[in-house]
Structures are given as C-alpha cells and as structure tokens.
C-alpha cells in the first residue's frame, strides 16, 4: 500500500532538521495556497467550503469538522477576532505536533494565514507546549521569516489582507491544551477551563470571537487549497478525510511519527513502526491517555480512523498509539496514568478535584497489595461520579483509564487484590520497562 | 528589581498583546524572572505583577499554577524526568532511579553542593525519544542511556 | 419571554436567565455553593447539577440559560445523584469537624449534606490538611473546611475591586490565600465571612463567642455612613455579639463595610459611661440622674436669665438619630437659643440662607448604577463611602464613565475615566475650568466670573466625557462639605449639572447628616453654627453623641472654646477622655443600638429602628433625657410618650421618604475662585476607623489596617522643599498645636501640600482640617 504523506511531505525524519525553514518549504512548494487565494481573490466562504468538502476533522483530540467550526465566527463582526493554534500537546503518548513544529513550521504557519482569511481575523497565537522550548524558539525564527518575506503580517502579498501571528509558550499545565484553558492561560491567568456556553466562536479570547485548532488541523489545510477538498478526503475514508500523524510510543521496534491515511488498519501501522520489540501485545490505548485501552485482539482488527476505533470502544483522539506488551502490569500503568490526572487536575470542579486523587489513591493501594475486594466497585462508582460531571473533559479523562483497565483487565486487578503482588513477575516488568533507544537514534541534548 | 535585559525580553512579550491585555505576558516574564534569578522569590513575582500591572496574588495565582516555575530555590541543574507511562514502558523509570542513585537525592531534593535538583516530570510531548529528560527547563534531551547521563552530568559539572 | 417548565411545573422567564434563576422565581430550591447572585458565575462546585431534557449529562442550573421549551428536573434520579455524588466529593476532605465549628447552625454544606450525603464515608485515604493564613484581625481562617467555591476570590476581585485573595496550586493543592504574608485589609474584607458557604472564613471578633442558634436576631440601621446599610443585630443576653447585613438591594444590597459590621465591639466596650456624672471643685463624682438633670436644667436656666438664651448653644454629632436632634433643638430653641449645629467638621457655612432645601444625594442610592457618566468631586470614596464606591466600581465596569476632582491621588478601585489633583486652595479653580468647558462644548453661555479660568486638557476631557453622556451624575464628597469654599464648589457644581442636564448631590458624610437638616439641628435665621458657637466663646453648651476634639473641624479652637466655658454637658455613651477635662456633665446615652429612632440616608429615606439590647447600665435614651429636660426647665411640647411621637412630629407622619424637603439648589452664591492660600497647605481625611466615636473604640476595628496611625504625607517635591527626610518623626503645627509624626512618602499629592488625618488623638492638638500648616524640618 502506497501512502501519500501530505503534512510531512519531502520530510525525511533523519535529515528534516536541516530543511525547516522558508527557503526548504519554498521548494516544496510552499505558500502557494495562500498566494492562490489571495492571486485568485478566492473568497472566504469559498476556503470554509473547499474545508468542509474535505472532512477534515479537528486533530486536536475531539474530531470536531474544522469546516464547520470556521463557520460558526461571526462574519461582521466589527471588533477584533482571533485565531489560535493548539501546540499544547501534553496528552500522555502525544507527539505529532512537535514533529509538524521542528520539521514543518511554515505549513502551520500558511494553515493559520488562510484560516484567518476565511474567517476575517486579524491576529493570531500559537500557544506551544511548556517543555519544549526548541520549538517556541524555532516557531519565532519561522514567523521572522515569515514576516520578512510578507506572508504575515501588514497587506500580506500586496493584497488587503491583515494577518499577526505571534507564538505564546506554555510553562507546564496539561490542562491548557483544553481550549477554553488555553485562553485562560494566554490572557495571562491559570489555566482553568471556561464553562461553556458562551463558546469561543462568541466568547473567546479577551472575550472576543476566537477559532482553536489544533496544529496538525491548520497544516492539513494548504494542501486541501491546492488540491481540493474532495482529493483530501478521498486519501481517506468518508466522514474521515486525509491522513493522520500517529504518535506510536511504547514496546514497538521504532517508536516515532507515522503519517498514514485514515482508515489504514492498525496491524499496518504497527508494521511501519518495526513490529513488536520483545514480547506479545497485550493492549493499545489507541487516541492518548484519556482513550480507553484495548485488548490486542479487538485493536489488531480495527481501521486507523475516528469510526471504526469509536465503535471498538475508545476514541482515536489525538492518534497517539502507546503500545504494550505483556511484560506490562495493568494495574501499575493505570496507577501511573490515574497519577498523571491527579497531578493535572486544574481543581477548579469538584468532582474532578476530588475525584482524581480518589481515583489515583485507590489504584495506587491495590498496585501495593493493599487492595480491598469492594476496590473495583468503588472505582466504577466514583468514576461515574465524575463522568460528565465537570467543566472539561479532563474528569471524563482521568475516567476512562480507570473503567477500560479495570474492564478488561478485571482478573489482573482481582489477582492483585487477592494475593498483593502482580500476575506479572517483577522481573518480568523490570525487563519489559527497561531502557530501549530507537535503532539509529542517538542521545542528544 | 529585574534587570534591563530581562525586562527588555519581558517587553518583547508584551509587544504581542493587545495594549490593556499586558497580562498576556504574565507567564513569559515569570519565566524570564526564573531565568534570571534561578527562582521565583515573592519579591520577583511581585516586581513582575507590578511591572505588568496585575495584582501580586494574580501573578502568584500563575507562578504557583503551571509546573515548571520554581517558587523555592533549585540546584543549578534541574533535570526533569519524563515518568508517565509512555516514557516508562521505554526506560523513564530506570534513568531516574539511575539519576537517583548517582546524585544520591530523590525526587525533589538537591545535592548537597547545590549542582543538581531532580524532578519528575509529567508527559513532554515527546513521548516517542523517550527515555527523556528536560535539563533547567529549556533543553530537551532524548534517548538517554546511562552513558549518555554520564557525559551529560560530566560536562554539567566542568 | 420564554416558555420552560421545572419539575412539572410551567412558567414564563426573560432570555438570559439561567435556570437557577428561573427556579428561584419559582421557588424551587437547588442546592448550590459556588454560584452567588453578586458574582461572576464560576459553574465549578457542581452542585447544582439538574436534569434537563435531552440533554445527556446533567447541567449546571447556575451556568445554564434557559431556552425556550426546556424542561428541567431538579429532583430526578440523574439529578439527585449528580448531586448527591458532587456531595461525597466535597466531603472526602473536609474534616466534619462541625461541634468545633463556628459556621455550625448557618453552614451551607453541613445543611445540604444532610439532604444529600450518604451515611458513612466511603472515602478511606488520608484526608487533606490546608494550613491557615492570617488574614488580619476580622476574618479567621480554617482552611481545611475550605471547598474551593472561590466566592471569596471573586468578591476581593469583582466587588471589593482589588484581588487581595486568590486560588493558589492546582489540582487538590489548590488553596484560597493572599499573597503571601499579606492580611486582607478591604474595607470590605468582612463580606467574605458571609459569602463563605462553609465554616473556613469567620468572624475573628466573634470567634467562639457563642452559637448561631443562641442568638436573637434584630433588624437596624447602621449608624455610620450616610448609606444607612440594613443590618441585623444578633443578640445574646443583652448583649450585641455580632451584626450582619439584611439584605436591601436599594441600599446596602447583600454587603457591609467593616465599619459597619464590626463598629458593634465598641457598644461593649470597657469606656462606657454607666452613670451619670457630674463635676465639682475639679472632681468628677458619679450621681443619680435626678441630680444631673436637675442641675443641668438649673445651669441652663441660669445661664439664660444671666446672660440671654443666646449665649447657650447645642452641637450634636450627625449620627444622633432624627428624634433625638429634632428634640434638642426643640429644647434650645424652646429655651430662646437658635444656636444649634450639626455640621461639626464644616468651615464654609455661607450657603446656608440660600438654600432651597436639605442637601443630599439628588437621587436615588440604586439610581447610581445606572449613570452613564460621573463626576466625583473631593471625596475620600473608599473609605468615607466603602459601599457607594462598590457600586461607582460595577458601574465603570459597565462602560460608565467616572472621573475624580480631588486633592489626593489614593488607590480608589474605580476604573477612572479622568482624573484631576490639585491642592485644597485650587479645587475651585479645577472645577471651575470643568464648567467653562463644558459650556463652551455645549455651547452656553459662560459664567463671567470664571470666563478668565484656562482650561487643561485633564478638564476637558472629564467636562467632554460628561457632555457626551445621556444620563450623569455629580457627586460631591466630604471634601467638598468641610472645604473653606464650600458655598464655590457647590455652586460650580450645580452650574455644571444644569449644563449638561445632569443630577448633582452630596455623599452624605452621617448616617443622619440629611435627618439633622430635616429635623432643624441645623442654625436658621439668627442662630449660631457650629463655627460661631466656637469662635466667639458661649457660655454653655449642649454636647450630643459628638467627640468634640476629634469630631470638630478645629479641635485646638473646641477645646479651648469649650474650656473656658461655664457649663458643657456631654451626652455621650462614653466615657470621653477629653470630655473629663471641658466638660461638667456626662449624661450616658444610648447608642443606636439602645434605643428606637430614625436615620434619614443619603437619598433622603426615613429608616426607623428598635433598640435590640436593653440601654447597658444607667444609660438612658437621648430622646427621653431630652424630653424630661424639657420637662424640666418647664417647656411646652414635651410630652411625647415614645420616639415614634417625636418621629411623628418631626415628619409629620410617616414618610417613607422626605422628598419634599429635599433641594441641592442654592441661589445667590457668590463665587470666589481666588485662592488666599500662602505656604503649606494641610489635606485633612477622616480615615474610616475614627470617623465616629463607635468605631474609634472597636478594638478589632482598630488593629486593621485602616486604623494605622496618622503621619505627615507629602510628595517628594514637597519633602525636599521642606528639608524632610522620609520616614523621620517630624513635628507637624498649626498655630500652637504641634503633632509629631512620621514623614511618609505619597506621590499621589500636590505639590506644597501636607496631608495629614484629623479625627486621631494624635492629631486633636492641630488646628483647623484645611488651612496652613507647618513642619520643622529635620
Ligand atoms: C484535558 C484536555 C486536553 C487537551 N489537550 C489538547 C492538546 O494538547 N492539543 C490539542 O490540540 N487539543 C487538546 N485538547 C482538545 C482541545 O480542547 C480542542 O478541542 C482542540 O484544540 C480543537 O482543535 P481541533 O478541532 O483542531 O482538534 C484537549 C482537551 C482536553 C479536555
Ligand atoms: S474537569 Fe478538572 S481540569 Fe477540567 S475544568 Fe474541571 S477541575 Fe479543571
Ligand atoms: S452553583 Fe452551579 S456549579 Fe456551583
């Protein structure tokens, strides 16, 4: 199967380093859907529509159809608006965007532009995750370039069109990969997700009307300009169109960014990714953290898309793949990621506040044979306290691990319980955890 | 009191926002305090809220909010492991015990001679060269074996 | 209006309401802790989870709107595990530790817990533990109670206008504090005890003193600011042991200021006056009421057979109530005296005789929220107005434009539109450049006494800025009413307001300040003010709930008046420490809250009130001392039975408002912009914990903030030019009245200017508030 990569295109990982800036996206061909745009004096509604025909679903987590989320800003609007980028990628599992970033930034970049030309927007931010700086520092010397060369900024290309940009880094808080977080935390404050409605599209930014997409959702978008919508999602699967970056992680050979097209099976990917590294898989969380996990006979028969994993019972989510194999004890890889919403919570919800620290509490006895057999039961309840319970969706995430785990790894959960030590040897986990660098990687600082 | 080129780097920030929305650059000039103080004293917060024209408790709202502003002081190496379960099923627990053991401090200690603070860090977004650690912040260091600590701890304390 | 049904039943609602607000009008009670109706809507604590229809979770009510068809279950199963699951989280962590708790009987969560929360804990981890914080001496802090509403955070922020509180950490270290070390020193701060919906912020005063359910509760009136703030005096064996808002959205709305809500201290304060007492061969001897009556009736007598009634005057402080002044100038006037006053710290009095009526706020207090444009002229807002600054604040955060007049620059909380500082001697100046431009932008006709004025762009901004609103207001401020030029600025002000159509008013200093015009305890023709009473010696004076040396404007020239004078009877709650040393009697009286009586507020509005303790000791109801010594003295019209006879004949009636005998107009007011000012100038406030003689004996009152000690405030340049060093004790004088105080450093001053409090021992040896004033440099 011949896969057209279109987001990572002309990229090859080992030496895209070297081809990140204006001069190497030039000569494949880049800004040319902005420069057609603004040649062809295509018209706004005209750009939301070509998006729309492509089905191009947000790669943010949600699957929200990016067409029509453009659609929902308010077209005379006297104020100001805003258009921001999500690169707040912290989602366990998640690293796409960062490869979009170093390899690719004025992709991002010309995605931005023509979205703020669909929707009459003026300024723009990228918020960039906290921990890596490189690529807040690289995105300023892109939008430098960028700038230079009229992309952004003041009548860009001679035409009437307006267009800031200016990146905004985190400084540590999953939470604000949350949309309404991430306002909070570019105006300056926590990161503490807004309740909604309003929704941003009214009531966004300082209060003003605002699209949020994730970085991988704006790069997609030039080459639906060039090409059409109808090309893009025909590269993938109705209601599913193009391709997606996966983020494999785990006990895979080559862990790393794959851009396949939506559909592709899943025994497909984990070929691309060099296989199994030792052992047998055991389970996937197919979409992040936050997706509930699968055993590996329902994933093995699953299709790469938003659909086929929804009707698995999980959820694609940002496309990050953790795989794990069977040296892997289920109940400590919850307790670690039930820590992980624990320490994220951003504490402003009760059930979620409370709740995580509940859950992370419980796990964590039972990994250390203090179980008790009314565990598992309590879990499920408190979970279900939670569920739907909270302002965003990261109760609902702290959630899903706990119900998944402990439902289809109920007997490893139940053995921990009744005999305080894992089904797994320790050794066998020791081994199966231990330190594996990627074939022809080296350490680097 | 900051220094001209922090605050010239703070106005730089600035600069991106909207003119009554100097808040927006709350989180920038904390880092660059941090950067420059090596902690976010309550003098340096308060010196940013002031400078920025936001409350004190505002900025300490921010300062005490996100993970990587240090409000106690910190070695002059701090190195963040990444632990979450992506990093882990590739090593992340073994380098921190092997960083553990090594500096002779645990998680959220210093060494003795003020070199080195260890933390535990929670998913990078970079899951996929783990196993990783994030050196004061800003360095991002993937693929670390042992040997590659090593040299790294080597050439930290040249 | 939109068509929605709650639990079955329908009703109609305005778009925009939420569906907390609709079952409100319906009287439908959904449980609730983080939402409150003054603050912004936080959706966080959860516990007003419902069940709406097709939606698949359940919903926020406070954060939900309403549309039109919704139908809302609040007591359906989704509902009531939504909530009772919101109600095992909030519990997980709390201690229960309700029998040592001060929110016990008046706790939200302990009541809702008891609908909602299951029987046993589930939750069998470590419970957290939140240390406390000092967040001064009103408000006690139990942090580990603590649920996170934030109410508290969002009051500092949004209402009190200063985030002196905040949601530290994350996640389920998040904790309320205040930066760190910083106490919580709002004149407001008291607030957050009630918005507290559990047992983590309490009354320090209060602490332990008792329990909820021990107390009676009494409605009154505050007898501080011109507001009139409702309160409700909880009692417990005669005894005031706390005092909390009653609920008026035209006046107080939920709040109180710290005056108002911890002044109560003071009514049980060791300085109480419990008997009589009278004065012979320079000792002081406790006597039966008789016997003080008696000779205070014999003194009075003899003193107007000898020497004329005219040569007896009354002051009374403006927070005495309308019975009790009505009844003393009856008394004065009875005995052939128009010598009565009320306006103690006033110097300009030129206005009286040309005014239409009683001055006042020339509106209605809740009128101010809907102004589009305010002018605010020499006023200390903040502190001598806490809760008429509260609603300037939401007003400009509305969009309304506020600007300032006035001769120091403090932090007032208001987004000011424009702003203009001058020293005392050039507010009329400054005001008068406002009018000439806002007649020139209107194109009238300028006033030709101050057709020579230049204007500053500062002026013409706030004159452009009130040009151009359809509806503004001008409010002149304690300031302005103790200003040497009082009767200018009046004038400029109402020549302002017919300019641009606008209404004009005072902030009225006293909770009685408009009930002493109505009841006459003000001079009418003939009769002395209080400035006259102390600068041409009288023989006898009748001293009403006033502190004469702090509560004058020229404490040095009271003390020295009243010393020399034959007879001065104080009736006074207390024991007043200067008053042992002027006076020859001392009648205890009652405070306000040991008797019945009225107070008329600012926008003219008659509140009565009941005493809520029995009168401590021997202390008696001014109105009925009055009233006997009408009696005695052998004067008609004294024989009312109760204060509501007095109120009656004072008002004729029982008016809800005065409104007819309210006018700010005032003809024939000559305008004199000069200024005669040579040298220093002193800017005197009257900081908000002395103001009255309650408060000054409020000792939680008094370890706040607000009650630091005065000290010598200058700009640098002026701290230069007088050669004084920052910080350095310095002597401060006026005439022969010196104060040593601390120089202190505060830009937001004019220039040449020396500010410095009045209404503080401290300072009682100086002179007059506004005036000259000196400094041996250092
Ligand atoms: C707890 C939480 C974390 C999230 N983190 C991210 C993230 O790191 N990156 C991202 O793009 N979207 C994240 N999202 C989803 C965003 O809220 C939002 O839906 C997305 O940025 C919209 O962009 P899209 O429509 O292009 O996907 C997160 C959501 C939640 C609830
Ligand atoms: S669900 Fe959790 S993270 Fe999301 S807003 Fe509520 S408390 Fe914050
Ligand atoms: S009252 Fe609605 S969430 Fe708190």
């Known amino acids: 199967m011949s896969i057209q990569p279109i987001l990572l295109a002309g990229l090859d990982a080992s030496t895209a380093d070297r081809t990140w800036r204006l001069a190497d996206y030039m000569q494949r061909g880049g800004y040319a859907a902005l420069k057609k745009i603004l040649a062809e004096n295509i018209s706004p509604e005209a750009v939301i529509n070509e998006v729309k025909k492509s089905s191009l679903r947000g790669r943010g987590g949600a699957g929200f159809p990016a067409g029509l989320k453009w659609s929902f800003m308010p077209r005379n609007y006297s104020g100001a608006k805003y258009l921001v980028c999500n690169t707040d990628e912290g989602e366990p599992g998640t690293f796409k965007d960062r490869d979009l970033m170093r390899f690719n930034p004025h992709q991002v970049i010309e995605g931005m532009a023509i979205a703020a030309y669909a929707m009459g927007v003026e300024c723009g931010y990228n918020y960039i995750h906290g921990e890596v700086w490189d690529l807040y520092t690289r995105f300023e010397e892109a939008l430098a370039e960028a700038r230079a060369a009229g992309f952004i900024g003041q009548k860009i290309l001679g035409s009437n069109f307006n267009f800031e940009l200016f990146a905004h880094h985190g400084w540590g808080a999953y939470i604000c990969g949350e949309e309404t977080g991430l306002l909070e935390s570019i105006e300056g404050k926590k990161g503490q997700p807004r309740y909604k409605p309003p929704f941003p599209a009214s009531y966004g930014l300082y209060g003003k009307p605002t699209t949020i997409n994730n970085t991988e959702t704006f790069a997609a978008v030039p080459w639906i300009i060039l090409n059409g919508g109808e090309k893009y999602l025909e590269l993938g699967k109705p209601n599913n169109g193009g391709t997606k970056l996966f983020s494999v992680s785990g006990h895979v050979v080559k862990p790393g960014v794959y851009e396949v097209p939506m559909g592709t099976p899943f025994p497909v990917l984990l070929e691309m990714c060099g296989g199994m590294r030792n052992g047998k898989l055991k389970a996937v969380i197919p979409g992040g953290s936050s997706a509930p996990v699968l055993p590996a006979d329902i994933i093995m028969d699953c299709t790469l898309d938003y659909d086929s994993i929804a009707k698995a019972g999980s959820m694609l989510g940002s496309g990050a793949v953790i795989v794990m194999d069977e040296s892997v004890c289920m109940v400590k890889a919850l307790e670690r990621l039930s820590y992980f919403y624990f320490e994220e919570s951003c504490g402003q919800c009760t059930p979620c506040r409370e709740g995580t620290g509940w859950l992370?509490?419980?796990?964590?006895?039972?990994?250390?044979?203090?179980?008790?057999?009314?565990?598992?039961?309590?879990?499920?309840?408190?979970?279900?306290?939670?569920?739907?319970?909270?302002?965003?969706?990261?109760?609902?995430?702290?959630?899903?691990?706990?119900?998944?785990?402990?439902?289809?790894?109920?007997?490893?959960?139940?053995?921990?319980?009744?005999?305080?030590?894992?089904?797994?040897?320790?050794?066998?986990?020791?081994?199966?955890?231990?330190?594996?660098?990627?074939?022809?990687?080296?350490?680097?600082? | 009191m900051l220094s001209q080129d922090t605050l010239k780097k703070i106005d730089h920030e600035v600069a991106k926002y909207p003119a009554d929305q100097k808040q927006s650059a709350v989180m920038a000039a904390l880092a660059h305090a941090q950067d420059e103080k090596g902690w976010l004293a309550q003098e340096t917060i308060a010196c940013v809220a002031e400078y920025l024209g936001m409350a004190p408790m505002a900025a300490y709202e921010v300062a005490s909010f996100y993970n990587m502003y240090d409000l106690a002081p910190v070695g002059k190496h701090k190195l963040t492991v990444c632990t979450n379960l992506p990093c882990a099923l590739s090593g992340g627990v073994h380098v921190a015990d092997y960083l553990k053991q090594k500096l002779g401090i645990d998680f959220n200690e210093t060494t003795p001679d003020g070199m080195f603070t260890l933390k535990e860090g929670e998913c990078m977004g970079v899951c996929g060269d783990a196993p990783v650690l994030l050196m004061n912040n800003k360095r991002m260091c993937s693929y670390m074996t042992p040997e590659a600590i090593d040299k790294l701890l080597d050439e930290l304390k040249s | 209006m939109l068509d929605i049904e709650i639990d079955g039943k329908p009703m109609q609602v305005a778009e925009g309401s939420t569906i907390l607000d609709a079952a409100y009008k319906q009287g439908t009670y959904i449980p609730h802790f983080c939402y409150h109706k003054k603050l912004s809507i936080a959706a966080s604590c959860r516990m007003c989870l419902v069940q709406v229809e097709k939606a698949p979770k359940p919903m926020p009510a406070c954060a939900t709107p309403v549309t039109n068809g919704m139908k809302v279950q609040t007591h359906s199963e989704l509902a009531v595990n939504a909530q009772k699951g919101v109600m095992e989280f909030l519990l997980v962590n709390h201690p229960l530790d309700c029998p040592v708790c001060d929110q016990g009987g008046e706790c939200q969560l302990q009541d809702i817990s008891v609908g909602y929360g299951g029987g046993t804990s589930r939750y069998q981890e470590e419970k957290r533990v939140v240390a406390n914080k000092d967040f001064g001496p009103l408000v006690n802090t139990d942090m580990t109670r603590c649920i996170n509403c934030t109410r508290c955070v969002r009051f500092t922020q949004e209402i009190a206008g200063k985030m002196e509180l905040g949601q530290a950490n994350r996640g389920e270290h998040a904790e309320i504090m205040s930066f760190i070390g910083q106490t919580v020193d709002s004149e407001l701060s008291g607030n957050i005890i009630d918005l507290c919906p559990v047992g983590a912020l309490t009354s320090k005063p209060f602490r332990y003193s008792a329990r909820s359910w021990e107390l009676s509760r009494r409605k009154s009136i505050s007898p501080h600011d011109g507001l009139g703030s409702n309160l409700i005096v909880q009692t417990k064996h005669e005894r005031v042991m706390r005092v909390l808002p009653l609920d008026n959205d035209?006046?107080?709305?939920?709040?109180?200021?710290?005056?108002?809500?911890?002044?109560?201290?003071?009514?049980?304060?060791?300085?109480?006056?419990?008997?009589?007492?009278?004065?012979?061969?320079?000792?002081?001897?406790?006597?039966?009421?008789?016997?003080?009556?008696?000779?205070?009736?014999?003194?009075?007598?003899?003193?107007?057979?000898?020497?004329?009634?005219?040569?007896?005057?009354?002051?009374?402080?403006?927070?005495?109530?309308?019975?009790?002044?009505?009844?003393?100038?009856?008394?004065?006037?009875?005995?052939?005296?128009?010598?009565?006053?009320?306006?103690?710290?006033?110097?300009?009095?030129?206005?009286?005789?040309?005014?239409?009526?009683?001055?006042?706020?020339?509106?209605?207090?809740?009128?101010?929220?809907?102004?589009?444009?305010?002018?605010?002229?020499?006023?200390?807002?903040?502190?001598?107005?806490?809760?008429?600054?509260?609603?300037?604040?939401?007003?400009?955060?509305?969009?309304?434009?506020?600007?300032?007049?006035?001769?120091?620059?403090?932090?007032?909380?208001?987004?000011?539109?424009?702003?203009?500082?001058?020293?005392?001697?050039?507010?009329?100046?400054?005001?008068?450049?406002?009018?000439?431009?806002?007649?020139?932008?209107k194109a009238v006709g300028v006033d030709a006494n101050i057709a020579s004025v230049s204007v500053t762009p500062e002026a013409q901004k706030i004159a452009a800025s009130l040009v151009s609103g359809a509806n503004s207001g001008i409010f002149l401020g304690n300031f302005v009413q103790q200003h040497p030029q009082a009767a200018t600025l009046h004038a400029l002000a109402q020549q302002l307001a017919s300019i641009i159509g606008a209404k004009f008013g005072y902030l009225g200093e006293a909770a009685n300040s408009v009930g002493a015009y109505v009841a006459h305890a003000v001079p009418l023709a003939g009769g002395l003010n209080s400035a006259q009473m102390l600068a041409e010696p009288l023989k006898g004076y009748l001293i009403l709930q006033a502190e004469s040396e702090l509560d004058s404007a020229n404490p040095q020239l009271a003390m020295a008046t009243l010393k020399q004078a034959a007879t001065v009877v104080v009736m006074s709650p207390f024991k007043l420490p200067a008053a042992l040393d002027y006076a020859d009697v001392l009648l205890p009286v009652a405070p306000f809250s040991e008797t019945s009586g009225s107070y008329i507020n600012t926008e003219g509005r008659v509140q009565s009130f009941n005493a809520v303790v029995k009168p401590f000791a021997e202390t008696r109801p001014a109105w009925k001392v009055l009233r006997v010594l009408g009696n005695l003295l052998g004067l008609p019209g004294f024989e009312q039975n109760s204060s509501e006879e007095v109120r009656a004949e004072a008002l004729s009636g029982k008016p809800e408002f005065v409104a007819d005998q309210l006018n700010n107009q005032a003809q024939g007011v000559v305008l004199t912009l000069s200024s005669t000012s040579q040298g220093t100038e002193r800017i005197a406030d009257v900081p908000i914990h002395f103001a009255d003689a309650l408060v000054r004996r409020a000792p939680s009152l008094q370890q706040s903030r607000d009650a630091a000690l005065p000290a010598a405030r200058m700009n640098a340049v002026t701290l230069a030019k007088l050669g004084v060093t920052q910080g350095r004790q310095i002597k401060v004088k006026q005439g022969a009245g010196v104060a040593v105080l601390a120089a202190v450093l505060d830009a937001g001053l004019p220039d040449n200017c020396i500010r410095v409090a009045a209404a503080h021992p401290l300072t009682a040896s100086l002179g007059a508030m506004q005036g000259t004033i000196t400094v041996e440099a250092n």
Not at chain 3, 270 to 295: F, N, S
Not at chain 3, 342 to 355: N, V
Request: charge should be positive.
């Open chain 1, 360 to 445: 992370y509490r419980v796990v964590h006895r039972i990994e250390h044979g203090q179980g008790r057999p009314e565990d598992l039961d309590l879990l499920n309840s408190v979970t279900e306290n939670i569920m739907g319970r909270t302002i965003c969706a990261l109760g609902d995430a702290a959630a899903l691990p706990v119900r998944s785990f402990t439902k289809h790894f109920k007997s490893e959960f139940e053995y921990h319980i009744e005999n305080k030590k894992c089904m797994v040897p320790p050794e066998v986990q020791r081994e199966g955890s231990n330190i594996y660098v990627t074939p022809n990687r080296v350490p680097s600082c």
């Open chain 3, 250 to 441: 035209s006046i107080n709305e939920c709040w109180l200021s710290d005056k108002d809500r911890f002044s109560y201290e003071a009514l049980n304060s060791a300085t109480r006056l419990t008997k009589p007492m009278l004065k012979h061969d320079g000792k002081w001897h406790e006597v039966e009421w008789q016997q003080a009556l008696d000779y205070v009736a014999h003194a009075f007598k003899d003193i107007a057979k000898n020497h004329g009634a005219a040569a007896l005057g009354a002051l009374a402080a403006p927070h005495a109530t309308l019975e009790e002044l009505f009844l003393m100038q009856k008394l004065l006037r009875g005995l052939g005296s128009g010598n009565v006053d009320t306006r103690l710290r006033q110097s300009d009095f030129s206005l009286d005789g040309k005014r239409s009526g009683a001055p006042w706020l020339g509106m209605k207090i809740a009128e101010i929220n809907t102004l589009d444009r305010v002018l605010v002229v020499g006023s200390f807002l903040r502190k001598d107005h806490p809760l008429i600054a509260q609603r300037l604040r939401q007003a400009a955060k509305r969009g309304s434009q506020v600007s300032l007049i006035h001769s120091t620059d403090d932090e007032i909380l208001v987004k000011l539109f424009a702003k203009a500082i001058a020293a005392p001697s050039q507010l009329p100046v400054l005001l008068a450049q406002v009018v000439k431009s806002a007649a020139e932008q």
